[in-house]
């Protein structure tokens, strides 16, 4: 297990918490404070998965026979 499933599956939860919690209340979020913190947090959450998939993907070892590979971003000319 890796820093993206434990960061996608807190999101995943976040999301259907919200949902609920959206679905079952009909002033939410019931001021701006709340909005704030309920935004701040899933923009938070979100860029710490993509982040952690960014970099676990850079960072992971090929299965073949475990050697470190590094990918650049430049294509040959």
């Given amino acids: 297990m ?3 499933h434990v ?3 807190l999101f995943a939860v976040w ?3 919200l949902t609920v ?3 079952t209340r009909e002033d939410f979020p019931g001021s701006q404070g709340t ?12 860029v710490a998965t993509i ?14 026979g475990g050697e470190k590979t ?3 971003f430049v294509l040959p000319i």
């Fill in 35 to 46: 909005m704030r913190i309920v935004a701040t947090i899933s923009v938070l959450l979100a």
């Fill in 51 to 64: 982040g952690s998939a960014i970099y676990v993907g850079a960072t992971e070892k090929k299965e073949n």
């Fill in 2 to 4: 890796n820093a993206y």
């Fill in 21 to 23: 919690v959206g679905i």
């Fill in 70 to 72: 590094s990918h650049s």
């Fill in 7 to 9: 960061c996608g599956g």
């Fill in 15 to 17: 999301a259907v918490s």
